[in-house]
């Protein structure tokens, strides 16, 4: 088969796993205080998901994992390639993904991480694009795996009620042949905005842990809302404008939305703008909350199984996050 930027990349399964405990705004209420129809007018979540105790990224990832790869019939020693995005590793070494390649049997598959928050699994694809265009693999797993509610300060009243844990996961596949097309992606980033959404604690500018950083709630997000909330609706509208542009599309060949699930109030802005309906833009962040890297590969599973897309109907996918790493991508079923 002949490689190159032509070379049709394809996906061919998706999964998805949320945990079974569920935080509902009342019980957030005893906890902090803030009333349900405060943080539903502010963010638009309703509940969201809690990892248990003994489950970590790699667990929600595995499951993700073996629901996408049951979907693509591919089984796990076919794998070329295991890529995971994630901002809250089971551990700094090893990588995430060697965890899930381990317990997948995934033996031949080349696994690391990227760390691109609430981009990362646009980040992934990206990655996984590449390795598929140039021969280098034929088979690659992408899992966005996320237990954001470990790093959650619940005295934060700004966005203590934002998070959630799921994961969800993707096989990609290079070649002609069945599967939704990848028919393009752009990702841009500016690191001088990096301090925007900010997870301090766990790398080698604060460490070691210490009752000190915990107490002062190092290890806890710290994000700067307003501002974030007005660079991730400027730049998602750009990215998805740019993504359309080099794809020779027109906004009214996308049959549906699938924004990273940030805040209601960013996707609602974000629609209004381009401009789309909100009856063509997938909303999960009720149920989910923000499940960081996880959000846009769970909206994009969600829609999927309530038949929202059908065969050649176009989905723009759309994500911004800390770093700050923005981009979006088109997907033809």
């Not at 590449?130 to 300060?153: F, I, K, M, Q, W």
Request: aromatic letters at 4%; proline letters at 5%.
């Amino acid at each position: 088969m002949e490689h190159g930027a032509r070379t049709p990349i394809r996906i061919t399964g998706t999964g998805a796993y949320l945990p079974e405990a569920v935080l509902t705004n009342a019980e957030l209420q005893a906890r902090t205080g803030l009333s349900d129809e405060w943080i539903l007018a502010r963010s638009g979540v309703q509940e969201r998901r809690v990892a248990g105790k003994d489950e970590a990224a790699s667990d929600l990832g595995l499951v993700a994992a073996r629901r996408a790869l049951e979907e693509a019939g591919c089984p796990p020693e076919e794998l070329d390639l295991l890529v995971v995005a994630t901002t809250t590793p089971d551990t700094l070494c090893p990588s995430t993904a060697c965890w899930i390649q381990a317990r997948l049997g995934a033996d031949r598959a080349l696994p690391f991480d990227v760390s691109a928050s609430s981009a990362g699994f646009l980040v992934a694809l990206s990655v996984a694009r590449e390795y598929l265009r140039s021969g280098a693999a034929r088979r690659a797993l992408v899992v966005a795996a996320e237990v954001v509610t470990r790093y959650v300060d619940w005295g934060d009243r700004e966005n203590c009620f934002l998070w959630g844990d799921g994961a969800a996961a993707a096989v990609l596949e290079a070649g002609p042949g069945p599967g939704a097309a990848l028919l393009a992606l752009t990702l841009h980033a500016d690191g001088r905005q990096a301090d925007r959404l900010l997870l301090p604690g766990g790398g080698s500018r604060v460490a070691p842990i210490t009752a000190r950083t915990v107490e002062t709630g190092a290890h806890a997000i710290r994000m700067q809302g307003p501002q974030i909330y007005r660079s991730s609706v400027r730049r998602l509208v750009e990215a998805c404008r740019e993504v359309l542009g080099e794809a020779g599309l027109p906004l009214e060949a996308v049959a549906l939305l699938v924004p990273h699930q940030a805040n209601l109030r960013i996707i609602e802005a974000v629609a209004a703008r381009l401009p789309l309906p909100m009856d063509r833009v997938v909303v999960t962040i009720d149920y989910t909350g923000n499940c960081s890297g996880a959000s846009l590969p769970l909206a994009f599973d969600a829609a999927l199984r309530q038949g929202r897309l059908r065969a050649g109907e176009i989905a723009l996918l759309a994500a911004v996050g800390g770093g700050l790493i923005w981009g979006a991508g088109l997907v033809r079923m």
